[in-house]
């Protein structure tokens, strides 16, 4: 089969449609021919040589895709060959086949396509489990998300709406302030021009930037807040007033998804299913895409995911 092999560290330009072996599923685990697999952030820090794959992944980026099984292996539950599907990767995406443990395998919702499930997997769980699993986001309270033209961001965006919240949003531009408005946003800030701690309150935050907006979401946050940091764009370093931490009550919680064991992806998996998975099929929720980029050209995808002016997630498509 072909697949993205990363042929060294560096720029778009390093990652290469190439000739590989092809995996084979072992116990547990689902092949499943790819349509579609989505760029995220962290496939260009594995570019970069910023973040290996967990133990026992694939060498080759993509953190989900959308595909048909075409095997099942021994213990396998829910699954067999010819199964529209979609799944939460720890590697592999980028590639013709890609073998994966059945606990993180999703059915392609009712009324998507098998490319358009591609954007799903990696968005839905990250923020099914942070915002609602870790941070208990209730009906209306408010949301702060971080990067709301994001592919995160998009879909927290809508989940939070759809859960009966009320949502901030921050962003660069304004045509993304139109988007995440369109999306359903209360309210949006451009970070460019205005200053979010100066007037958003929120009862959880979801952030992707970390140090730099450490102080300021802790202002940002009502008693009782909750933070959430999954990401690390402006660096690992912030300024953290225990004092003020300790008088509104507040909690910071720091997670990743990626290396989590398969067990606990499971749960978050069924948790997506059984929540969102019904908000997509009534229309109530969509995945949010920018554009789709021909797998082969990987490095074009990576290009258009750095330039930043998307709103939603990059396809990658067979």
């Not at 859960?163 to 304004?174: K, L």
């Not at 802790?218 to 909750?226: C, I, K, M, Q, S």
């Not at 398969?262 to 009534?282: C, F």
Request: glycine content about 12%; some cysteine.
């Amino acid at each position: 089969m072909r697949a993205i092999v990363i042929t060294e560290h560096g720029g778009p330009e390093v990652l290469s449609w190439q000739e590989v072996q092809e995996p084979r599923p072992m116990r547990g685990e689902v092949l499943i021919e790819v349509s579609a697999s989505a760029v995220n952030r962290a496939d260009l820090l594995q570019r970069k040589g910023f973040y290996d794959p967990p133990p026992g992944a694939s060498p080759y980026p993509g953190l989900e895709c959308s595909g048909v099984v075409v095997e099942a292996g021994p213990d396998v539950l829910g699954f067999e060959p010819g199964d529209h599907v979609c799944a939460l990767l720890a590697g592999g995406g980028y590639a013709e086949r890609v073998a994966v443990p059945w606990q993180q395998v999703l059915p392609v919702p009712k009324g998507l396509s098998d490319v358009e499930s591609g954007a799903l997997p990696e968005v839905a769980c990250t923020v099914w489990s942070n915002v609602f699993m870790t941070a208990r986001l209730r009906k209306g309270e408010t949301l702060l998300v971080h990067g709301g033209a994001s592919g995160i961001g998009t879909m927290a965006i809508q989940l939070a709406k759809a859960f009966g919240s009320r949502v901030i949003a921050t962003v660069g531009s304004p045509e993304k302030v139109a988007g995440c408005m369109e999306l359903g946003a209360d309210e949006v800030v451009n970070y460019r021009t205005e200053d979010f701690a100066e007037t958003a309150r929120a009862d959880v935050i979801l952030d992707i930037i970390g140090g730099p907006y450490l102080e300021r979401n802790l202002t940002a946050l009502n008693p009782g807040g909750r933070l959430v940091v999954i990401g690390l764009q402006g660096g690992t370093q912030g300024r953290l007033d225990l004092g003020q931490l300790l008088a509104k009550r507040a909690s910071v919680h720091g997670t990743t998804l990626r290396a989590r064991p398969v067990d606990e992806k499971g749960v978050i998996v069924r948790g997506v299913k059984d929540n969102v998975w019904p908000l997509i099929e009534a229309g109530a929720v969509r995945p949010v895409v920018q554009a789709r980029v021909p797998m082969a050209e990987a490095a074009e995808a990576h290009r258009l995911l750095e330039d930043g002016r998307h709103i939603g997630k990059i396809l990658l498509v067979r």
